[in-house]
């Protein structure tokens, strides 16, 4: 019988200038795969007009639950402070939880 089982999904926005290196960083702590979309939006940094203000993307990427506090700590240290970055972690289910541990 197919059965779903729980794991952790990080979705971070920032501005497209971040990428590389927030996926190097990702990288670092363990993550093996994600998805990158472009997405626009309004919070407290407010509307972005202009594309010279760079666009916003949209990562997510499925983790253990060992790998969310490493991930959300180095968040914390290198992009919260300096960077518009947001950060949030979601319960999904999948099948093969063994692809993303």
């Not at 089982?5 to 670092?28: H, Y």
């Not at 969310?68 to 319960?91: D, H, P, R, W």
Request: glycine share 6%.
């Amino acid at each position: 019988m197919t059965q779903l089982v729980p794991i952790k999904m990080i979705t971070i926005i920032a501005l497209d200038s971040l990428q590389n290196r927030l996926l190097e960083d990702l990288r670092k702590c363990g993550m093996k795969g994600y998805t990158i979309v472009e997405v626009e939006g309004e919070g407290l940094q407010a509307k972005h007009f202009t594309d010279w203000e760079g666009r916003n993307i949209r990562i997510e990427t499925l983790v253990s639950d060992e790998k969310v506090l490493s991930i959300m700590e180095m968040l914390s240290q290198n992009y919260f402070e300096k960077y518009g970055v947001i950060a949030f972690v979601t319960t999904v289910e999948v099948l093969r939880k063994e692809r993303f541990d």
